[in-house]
C-alpha cells in the first residue's frame, strides 16, 4: 500500500486582534475551516480552537511587536543644558530640540523673567477655561503684545496640536472642502478628519496637483480652506507662500491656513515668521504660530480678523472646554515676545549654522531636502536610520531617528535638528561626522 496521509482531526489556532465580536469570529472561522477542507479534500471535522485576546493582552502583544522593530516610544527625564541633552548619564550635543533660537536654554533670560515677574502674574493655575476664569491679566497683557506686534488679532491655545485639531474641525463644515499639504502635521490631520467638510490632501508643495484638485471640486463648495505648513517639520523645506496667495485670485471662496510652528521667531525683521519675511502676512486668513518651539515658551496662538476670532471662540472645543494655561506661562510668554523682537543675532546664528550643514551635505553627493534648521539625512531605509541614530550618538550627538509610519515608507532618515547656540566648534564636529557617516554608507 501506497502512503496515505490520513487527517483525522485537524486543530487550527487563530489569533484575532482586531475589535471583532464573537459572531464575527465564528463566521470567519467557519469559512477558514472550509478552506482548509477543500484544500486538503478532506471530510473529518475540522476543529477550530480559538481565544479573543482581552484588551491589555492586546495591548502587549501591540507592544511587543513595536519593541522587536525598534519603534517602542518611551517618555524618559532628560536633562538639558545649553546645546547639550544628558542621557544615561553621557552628555551629548541636541541635535533633537525645537529651541531653535536657544531661547528656552538661556539661564540669563530665565533669571531675568523670574525677576521681573509681576505679582499678579506669578500664579500657577488659571481655574478655569479662558472663557469663564481663565483669561487673568497676564493673558491680556500677552494678547496685547501680539496683536500690537503684528496688527492682527490674536487668540491662545494650550498647545499648537488642540489649536489646529479644535480650529480646523471648526471650519470644517459640510460647505467647506480642505486641501492640506500631505506632509501636515498629525494635529492638521486630525482637525481634517474631526471635521464635516470635504477634507483632501494634495501631493507635497505641487502646484499643479493643487491646482487640479482645486479645478475638480473647488466650484461644489462654499468655500475652500487651503492648509500649508510654512516650514515642513519633517522635511525642512518651505511651502511656496506667494503662489499660495495668488490662487486666491483664481478662486475667490479660497481662504489660507499657514501653520508657522517651525517658523515663528525665526524669519522676518520682527520674527514673526515666514508669512511676515514674505510680505504676505494680512493675505493669509489664518496663521498659526506655537509658542513652545523657535519662542522658548510654551502654547500657541492664532493670528487672523476679528470676525473669524470672535467665531472661534464660540466653536474651538479644544478652547471652551479646556483649563487655560496659567498666568506665569502668559507672562512668559509676553516676556518673550519682547525678547523675539530683538532676536536678530540669534536668527543670523541659526541661518549661517543651518546653511553650512546644509552645504556639507551637498558636497557629499547626499541629497539635500531641506532648505531651513530642520535637516534631514536620508537614510531611506528604516533600519538604517537606526544605525545612523546609534552612529551619531557614539560620536556626542542626540538625533531621533524618523521612520515609515511617521515619514512614507523608503524615506527614513535621522531628523537634525539646528538651535543657534550650537558652537562653531560643534557645527564642525558635526559636519566631521556627517562625513564620516556618508563614506561608511557608500
Ligand atoms: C507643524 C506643527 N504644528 C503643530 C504642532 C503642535 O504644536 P505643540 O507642540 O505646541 O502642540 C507641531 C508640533 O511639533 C508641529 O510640528
Do not use: W
Amino acid at each position: 500500500m501506497k502512503d496515505v496521509l490520513i487527517y483525522e482531526q485537524i486543530t487550527l489556532h487563530f489569533v484575532f486582534t482586531g475589535a471583532h465580536n464573537k459572531q464575527f469570529i465564528k463566521k470567519k472561522i467557519e469559512a477558514l475551516c472550509q478552506t482548509v477542507k477543500n484544500f486538503l479534500q478532506i471530510n473529518y471535522v475540522c476543529q477550530a480552537v480559538y481565544f479573543i485576546m482581552n484588551l491589555y493582552e492586546k495591548m502587549s502583544l501591540s507592544l511587543t511587536k513595536l519593541r522587536n522593530d525598534r519603534m517602542l516610544r518611551t517618555i524618559a527625564g532628560k536633562a538639558q543644558n545649553g546645546a547639550e541633552i544628558e542621557i544615561d548619564g553621557r552628555k551629548l550635543v541636541n541635535l533633537s530640540s525645537n529651541d531653535y533660537l536657544g531661547f528656552a536654554q538661556d539661564k540669563e533670560l530665565q533669571a531675568e523673567f523670574l525677576s521681573s515677574l509681576p505679582e499678579d502674574a506669578a500664579r500657577f493655575s488659571s481655574s478655569g477655561s479662558p472663557l469663564l476664569t481663565g483669561a487673568h491679566p497676564a493673558y491680556a497683557r500677552a494678547l496685547a503684545t501680539i496683536e500690537e506686534l503684528s496688527g492682527r488679532r490674536a487668540l491662545f491655545f494650550n498647545t499648537g496640536f488642540g489649536a489646529n485639531s479644535g480650529i480646523i474641525a471648526a471650519l470644517c463644515d459640510g460647505d467647506t472642502l480642505v486641501l492640506a499639504d500631505k506632509l501636515s502635521h498629525a494635529s492638521i490631520i486630525d482637525g481634517m478628519g474631526a471635521g464635516r467638510g470635504k477634507a483632501l490632501r494634495f501631493a507635497h508643495n505641487s502646484l499643479p496637483h493643487l491646482r487640479q484638485l482645486l479645478n475638480r471640486y473647488a466650484a461644489d463648495f462654499k468655500y475652500v480652506l487651503l492648509i500649508t505648513e510654512a516650514v515642513f517639520s519633517m522635511d525642512g523645506d518651505k511651502a511656496p507662500l506667494r503662489e499660495l496667495v495668488a490662487l486666491k485670485k483664481d478662486y475667490p471662496n479660497l481662504y489660507l491656513y499657514v501653520d508657522e510652528a517651525h517658523s515663528f521667531a525665526l524669519y522676518g525683521e520682527k520674527g514673526l515668521g515666514l508669512c511676515s519675511l514674505e510680505q504676505i502676512f494680512s493675505d493669509v486668513d489664518f496663521i498659526l504660530c506655537t509658542c513652545g518651539k523657535g519662542l522658548g515658551s510654551q502654547g500657541a496662538f492664532v493670528l487672523c480678523n476679528e470676525t473669524a476670532r470672535d467665531y472661534l471662540i464660540n466653536t474651538v472645543r479644544p478652547l471652551i472646554f479646556s483649563t487655560a494655561m496659567p498666568p506665569c506661562a502668559f507672562a512668559h510668554i509676553d516676556f518673550m515676545l519682547r525678547k523675539m523682537v530683538n532676536g536678530e543675532s540669534r536668527r543670523q546664528r541659526l541661518q549661517k549654522i543651518s546653511g553650512a550643514v546644509r552645504s556639507c551635505l551637498e558636497e557629499c553627493g547626499a541629497d539635500n531636502l531641506s532648505d531651513s534648521q530642520i535637516i534631514p539625512l536620508l537614510t531611506f531605509d528604516n533600519e538604517r536610520a537606526v544605525q545612523a541614530f546609534d552612529f551619531f550618538r557614539e560620536r556626542g550627538f542626540y538625533a531621533m531617528p524618523i521612520r515609515h509610519p511617521t515619514v512614507p515608507r523608503g524615506k527614513a532618515r535621522l531628523r537634525l535638528s539646528l538651535t543657534a547656540s550650537l558652537s562653531d566648534q560643534q557645527v564642525c564636529h558635526l559636519c566631521e561626522v556627517i562625513r564620516q557617516f556618508l563614506r561608511k554608507a557608500s
